[in-house]
């Protein structure tokens, strides 16, 4: 079986500060990709970065960043400079090629809280 | 460029009846992935549609059927509704071949179904 854990239910951070979420996965397959989602309150999931497991260098998209440990299967998101519109869950995903087709396998995110 | 549209934004219906949630692709879209998304959960992989043909499915009961229409729009269909049935139903789409494990899902804002 194919799975993805958040194992931080909540986070909180302050405004201005650095957070991190992390995430483990297990799959057997050698091909596959990473993702972080978010969804606000106003439900829209959207994409905050990917990750191609054959690459070793880690995805940077403005302050959002990951640690890819693809040994230790790990793939956690770093927040820098946290702002009030970051508030949301966080949803970490990978894909691969299965026979249920190219789906992703969701974790059961992680909810962060922005504070002023 | 137009995003990925869904319809209707909420229903309500009853134990036994049936129900028809609609999803218009991302332009230049060709693949769409439904799921289903429980209160406090990670969305669940339904199934995915390519080019008008079922791709891939998850672990739902063949009540649960779809169809992707030639200009890759796609409708979601649940027979005999159960309560369990009640979540919020995310249509994604993606572009290039089979919607493969390189291609990312972009996501509508979802439907929520209740079901009495």
């Known amino acids: 079986a194919q799975t993805v854990t958040q194992s931080q239910p909540e986070m909180s951070v302050q405004e201005a500060e650095t957070v991190t979420l992390s995430c483990t996965y297990d799959?057997?397959?050698?091909?596959?990709?990473l993702f972080w989602y978010k969804q606000p309150p106003s439900r829209q999931m959207i994409l905050v970065i990917r990750?191609?497991?054959?690459?070793?260098q880690n995805a940077t998209e403005n302050r959002f960043s990951v640690n890819f440990q693809k040994a230790a299967k790990s793939f956690s998101l770093k927040i820098s400079d946290s702002q009030l519109g970051d508030t949301a869950m966080y949803f970490c995903?990978?894909?691969?090629?299965?026979?249920?087709?190219?789906?992703?396998?969701f974790g059961k995110g992680t909810s962060l809280l922005v504070t002023p | 460029e137009t995003g990925v549209t869904q319809s209707p934004t909420h229903l309500i219906k009853t134990r036994g009846q049936q129900v028809t949630l609609r999803c218009s692709s991302q332009s230049g879209h060709n693949t769409v992935s439904w799921y289903q998304q429980a209160l406090g959960q990670g969305p669940q992989f339904i199934f995915q549609y390519y080019r008008e043909e079922e791709n891939g499915r998850g672990n739902f009961p063949p009540r649960f059927s779809g169809l992707q229409f030639p200009n890759y729009s796609s409708e979601l269909n649940v027979n005999a509704l159960e309560l369990d049935d009640s979540a919020l139903y995310l249509c994604a789409s993606s572009a290039g071949g089979r919607g493969g494990p390189g291609e990312t899902q972009y996501f509508g804002p979802g439907t929520r179904l209740l079901v009495l």
């Open positions: 990750q191609e497991a054959y690459k070793q």
């Open positions: 799959t057997s397959e050698s091909n596959y990709y």
């Open positions: 995903a990978f894909m691969t090629n299965s026979n249920s087709g190219y789906a992703l396998n």
